[in-house]
Structure formats: structure tokens, C-alpha cells
């Protein structure tokens, strides 16, 4: 069972446009979450996290949106560069259950082309 | 300051024998997880370690797979027997799990190839 779903699997944006990767869950006990950008060979680097009390974070050109109705939440990438090409991934966990262990989705591979 | 590292940061072995994989986390960080990618997985969820206890080793895959962390410090991935599918980056992850922040930061893996 897949309990974060994340979507596409590939995009490729023009340099200056907004890059938009798409996640959802099962699991409504899910209350943080990160993304996460990968560049080959690297391990995951944290990005931006979100908490379900808010809709929406923004730190520089990255934003989380959240919809707690929809159990979605979204990356956007505002102005994108060809060094944001990376695998990124959106992640779930539950606090207070002891383990905090993040699901992850399976990953979007961006490529930003000049 | 430093960050999470491992080592080796790539094995190579043959089926069947056993391989010891290394992780530092941040220092002072309480918390420690494994995780394991590969291509066909994704990053699944190994083990869990506060201090040095394991309360939450549901990703194990099986009793070839075994962690311990000592002095609340380092932490050592072992694999029994290794088999083919085994082949996969391994990655450690550390984090202050607090009452207020549990982001987790990652080492750079070690890529475990079983020919």
C-alpha cells in the first residue's frame, strides 16, 4: 500500500518557469511534511517542510501548498533554474507515535532546461 | 558544523557474505534512521534508534538485517548473507527530535552492490 502518492514522475521546465510536483496521502494521522531535493550521487537534502495548520509556506522561491480536505500538498518552484534540476521527494510522518519515520514518495525527476 | 557521514560510501561483495555498513550522525542529534533506495523501492523506512534503543525496527526486511548504535553515537548496519536484491543505497539519517523539530538531515549513503 502506497500511502504517499507523488506525481509526475518526470518534468522538464523551461528556465524562469514555476515547476509544480504534486503529493497525496492516505493516511489522515500524517501531520509534518518535508520535501526533500536529491542531485545524483547526494543524499536527500531537506528543503521546506510543512505542519497541516497551515496552507501554505513559502521560503525564497519554494512554496509548500497544503490542503488538508484534499490530503494533497504541492511544491512549487517559482522561476526555476537549471540547478534546481534534481529527483525531489515529498514526504509524510506522524509526531508522537515514537518513530517519526518519514513515507516517502517515489520521486519527481525536474530537469531545468536554459 | 558537520553533517551525517557514512562509510564506505561504496561496497561491493559477493552473495553470501556479511557486510558492515557505518554511520556518524550530526552530533548531539538523539535520534538515528536507515533507510534504503533503490530503483524499484523508492526510500523505505529500515530503523528507528533513540539513544542507543531500537523502538521501531519495522523496516527491517528480514533477520539477515540487524543495527546497533553505541554511545548514543555511531551506528553500525549489518547484512547477514547478502543476496542480489539486497543492492541499494543505504542511507543513514539523523535528527534532534525534540518536542518541536524532528527534520531529519541525511548522510550521502553507501551504495552496497552484491555481484
Known amino acids: 500500500q502506497q500511502q504517499v502518492k507523488q506525481s509526475p514522475q518526470s518534468l522538464i521546465v523551461q528556465k524562469g518557469g514555476i515547476s509544480i510536483i504534486n503529493c497525496a496521502y492516505e493516511?489522515?494521522?500524517?501531520?509534518?511534511f518535508p520535501w526533500y531535493q536529491q542531485f545524483p550521487g547526494k543524499g536527500p537534502a531537506l528543503l521546506i517542510a510543512?505542519?497541516?495548520?497551515?496552507s501554505e509556506k513559502k521560503e525564497g522561491r519554494f512554496t509548500i501548498s497544503f490542503n488538508k480536505s484534499a490530503k494533497q500538498f504541492s511544491l512549487h518552484i517559482m522561476d526555476s533554474q537549471p540547478g534546481d534540476s534534481a529527483t525531489y521527494f515529498c514526504?509524510?510522518?506522524?509526531?508522537?507515535?515514537?518513530?517519526?519515520?518519514?513515507?516517502f514518495g517515489k520521486g519527481t525527476k525536474l530537469s531545468v532546461i536554459p | 558544523g558537520a553533517g551525517v557521514s557514512q562509510s564506505p560510501s561504496n561496497k561491493v561483495t559477493e552473495k553470501g557474505k556479511d557486510v558492515e555498513l557505518r554511520c556518524d550522525p550530526i552530533?548531539?542529534?538523539?535520534?538515528l534512521y536507515w533507510y534504503r533506495q533503490s530503483l524499484g523501492q523508492g526510500l523505505e523506512f529500515l530503523i528507528y534508534?533513540?539513544?542507543?534503543?531500537?523502538?521501531?525496527k519495522s523496516g527491517l526486511p528480514s533477520d539477515r538485517f540487524s543495527a546497533e548504535r553505541t554511545g548514543g553515537s555511531v551506528s553500525t548496519l549489518t547484512i547477514q548473507r547478502t543476496q542480489q536484491e539486497d543492492s541499494a543505497v543505504y542511507l543513514c539519517?539523523?535528527?534532534?527530535?525534540?518536542?518541536?523539530?524532528?527534520?531529519?538531515?541525511f548522510g550521502p549513503g553507501t551504495r552496497l552492490t552484491v555481484t
Open positions: 534508534f533513540q539513544g542507543n534503543s531500537a523502538p521501531d
Open positions: 493516511n489522515t494521522a500524517f501531520d509534518y
Open positions: 510543512i505542519r497541516p495548520d497551515v
Open positions: 514526504a509524510a510522518s506522524i509526531s508522537g507515535a515514537g518513530s517519526y519515520q518519514l513515507t
Open positions: 552530533s548531539g542529534h538523539t535520534a
Open positions: 539519517a539523523s535528527s534532534l527530535t525534540s518536542v518541536t523539530t524532528y527534520e531529519q538531515y
